[in-house]
Nanobody, 113 residues
Framework: QPQLAESGGGLVQPGGSLTLSCTLS??????????LSWYRQAPGKQRELVAT???????DYAETVEGRFTISRDSAKNTASLQMNSLKPEDTAVYYC?????WGQGTQVTVSK
């Protein structure tokens, strides 16, 4: 059973940066065996797809974060990251990583003065 654990969330001012991490455990496969995605869910809103890195290393982003966020992974450490720059208040949400239909518990990102 894959287990995912997100970390790195917190409070940041508009224009600031944060890097989220997602650690995969409980499997014999490498994190690059399957696609990994980051999602976010703001209060009162549906969970939305933010970024994906495919098993082949291709990346894709939601229009709202294109050019500001970067998804990457480290196969040796079985981790994935989401580098978030130029953060806006509307980026405030709980961020989740997803791999093989398994979800992490989420990490809160709050962008506020």
């Amino acid at each position: 059973q894959p287990q995912l654990a997100e970390s790195g969330g917190g409070l940041v001012q508009p224009g600031g940066s944060l890097t989220l991490s997602c650690t995969l455990s409980g499997v014999v496969f490498s994190i690059d065996a399957l696609d990994l995605s980051w999602y976010r869910q703001a209060p009162g809103k549906q969970r939305e797809l933010v970024a994906t890195i495919t098993h082949r290393g291709m990346t894709d982003y939601a229009e709202t974060v294109e050019g500001r966020f970067t998804i990457s992974r480290d196969s040796a450490k079985n981790t994935a990251s989401l580098q978030m720059n130029s953060l806006k208040p509307e980026d405030t949400a709980v961020y989740y990583c997803k791999w093989a239909n398994s979800w992490g518990q989420g990490t809160q990102v709050t962008v506020s003065k």
